[in-house]
T-cell receptor, first 113, second 112 residues
Framework: ETGVTQTPRHLVMGMTNKKSLKCEQH?????MYWYKQSAKKPLELMFV???????ENNSVPSRFSPECPNSSHLFLHLHTLQPEDSALYLC????????????FGPGTRLTVL | QQQVKQSPQSLIVQKGGISIINCAYE??????FPWYQQFPGKGPALLIA?????SEKKEGRFTISFNKSAKQFSLHIMDSQPGDSATYFC???????????FGTGTSLTVIP
């Protein structure tokens, strides 16, 4: 596997479910990000991790809970989501938290019923 | 408040034509302006980027034009091909920052 991988690629969940999104980067980068992509909206940065430490939380509701056990893996734990949370969730990584190029995974298409 | 405004929302261009996508920003502290290309089912990928010390950067058929005084930058795709059909995002960030601010995206369709 190369680059940034995300699993699952598609997820359908009810509002009472608990699920997790997984991201893995094989690039040796130190920074990882979660973005939300909704139609006709700019990519929304959700969380930033630098050397496993969370450095940014852009006022994301607590029903989204990130976890970064090491520099290569990033999780997004989901619970009691709302239908408006349906979107494409993108993971990205970069060498450092700066203007370094960010490399994106293919995303997880989430549908909340 | 949207930090980066992008237009048009969608664009249809004939094969061989020039595709032009525009972005404008407000924060004069921004000093890095990348363009990302996204194909269906894929994440965005860096296409080309520019810093404000130059007014133009060209890589193959792709050119960024930058107007610092107007706080605008644009992507030009010369000799557009059907394989260029994708969504294009402009973005901006500042040195020392840890965040890119993205535009809303432009869906480009190049018809044969």
């Amino acid at each position: 596997e190369t680059g940034v991988t995300q699993t699952p690629r598609h997820l359908v969940m009810g509002m009472t479910n608990k699920k997790s999104l997984k991201c893995e980067q094989h690039l040796g980068h130190n920074a990882m990000y979660w973005y939300k992509q909704s139609a006709k909206k700019p990519l929304e940065l959700m969380f930033v991790y630098n050397f496993k430490e969370q450095t940014e939380n852009n006022s994301v509701p607590s029903r989204f809970s990130p976890e970064c056990p090491n520099s290569s893996h990033l999780f997004l734990h989901l619970h009691t989501l709302q239908p408006e949370d349906s979107a494409l969730y993108l993971c990205a990584s970069s060498q450092s938290v700066s203007t370094d190029t960010q490399y994106f995974g293919p995303g997880t298409r989430l549908t909340v019923l | 408040q949207q930090q980066v405004k992008q237009s048009p929302q969608s664009l249809i261009v004939q094969k061989g034509g020039i595709s032009i996508i525009n972005c404008a920003y407000e924060n004069t502290a921004f000093d890095y302006f990348p363009w990302y290309q996204q194909f269906p089912g894929k994440g965005p990928a860096l296409l080309i980027a520019i810093r404000p010390d130059v007014s133009e950067k060209k890589e193959g058929r792709f050119t960024i034009s930058f107007n610092k005084s107007a706080k605008q930058f644009s992507l030009h795709i010369m000799d557009s091909q059907p394989g260029d059909s994708a969504t294009y995002f402009c973005a901006a960030s500042r040195d020392g920052g840890n965040q890119f601010y993205f535009g809303t995206g432009t869906s480009l369709t190049v018809i044969p």
